[in-house]
């Protein structure tokens, strides 16, 4: 990390800031791996106005080195200290310009996120729904245990069936774990019919 030479001034603004600094909410929504992100837009609504509020302003400069491109990420204090960050664009198709500007976004996300100690939090629509169950205070509900894998059924003529549509051990149990709870016998079984050339 990158600072001024002194650090006294900034030090205890960007405490301050911290400590009115919630969460980014994850508005954003990526097809391929079906998951949920914060935007830039969501880290920065976030931060800048517990930033400013404390004397610190944040600047996002796109520079290029012996490492490639990369987004610089400074947090500069009134007093003129500040702290830095580099962050490298990853781009495979650097000379995209859409692919590009994606990889400078990303960049500059998780550096402003990174540098200011952000967590982020899902968000489940309920606020553009009108749906208010996520109410402070309220506990968030736990995940449901998963369901054991019945190893009587697995052994049976369909079980096995469905064990010999797997090249490998790895492939039959990381399949199972997606919706299942697999026990020691059960991960023994399927690894002893493999070995034994049973299935696969």
């Given at each position: 990390m990158?600072?001024?030479?002194?650090?006294k001034?900034?030090?205890?603004a960007?405490?301050a800031?911290?400590?009115?600094?919630?969460?980014?909410?994850?508005?954003?929504?990526?097809?391929?791996f079906?998951?949920?992100?914060?935007?830039?837009?969501a880290?920065?609504?976030?931060?800048?106005?517990p930033?400013?509020?404390?004397?610190?302003?944040?600047?996002?400069?796109?520079?290029?080195?012996?490492?490639?491109?990369?987004?610089?990420?400074?947090?500069?204090h009134?007093?003129?200290?500040?702290?830095?960050?580099?962050t490298?664009?990853?781009?495979?198709?650097p000379?995209?310009?859409?692919?590009?500007?994606?990889g400078?976004t990303?960049?500059?996300?998780?550096a402003?996120?990174?540098?200011?100690?952000?967590?982020?939090?899902?968000?489940?629509?309920?606020?553009?729904?009108?749906?208010?169950?996520?109410?402070?205070?309220?506990?968030?509900?736990?995940?449901?245990?998963?369901?054991?894998?019945?190893?009587?059924?697995?052994?049976?003529?369909?079980?096995?069936?469905?064990?010999?549509?797997?090249?490998?051990?790895?492939?039959?149990?990381?399949?199972?774990?997606?919706?299942?709870?697999?026990?020691?016998?059960?991960e023994?079984?399927?690894?002893?019919?493999?070995?034994?050339?049973?299935?696969?």
């Open positions: 990158l600072h001024s030479d002194t650090i001034a900034i030090a205890p960007l405490l800031a911290q400590r009115e600094i919630s969460v980014a909410l994850k508005d954003g929504k990526n097809p391929h079906n998951h949920n992100y914060a935007t830039l837009e880290v920065i609504e976030a931060v800048k106005d930033l400013n509020a404390n004397g610190i302003s944040f600047l996002q400069a796109i520079g290029s080195g012996d490492g490639g491109p990369h987004v610089e990420t400074m947090l500069l009134e007093s003129g200290e500040f702290v830095a960050t580099i490298p664009v990853y781009c495979t198709k000379d995209n310009p859409q692919a590009f500007g994606s400078v990303y960049s500059k996300r998780y402003l996120q990174a540098l200011c100690g952000l967590p982020s939090e899902d968000d489940d629509a309920n606020g553009a729904t009108g749906d208010d169950d996520k109410k402070p205070g309220k506990p968030t509900p736990k995940a449901q245990p998963k369901e054991a894998v019945d190893l009587a059924k697995l052994k049976s003529d369909a079980g096995m069936a469905w064990l010999r549509r797997f090249k490998g051990p790895a492939d039959a149990l990381r399949s199972l774990r997606q919706t299942k709870e697999v026990t020691i016998e059960v023994a079984f399927i690894n002893e019919m493999f070995d034994a050339g049973v299935v696969g």
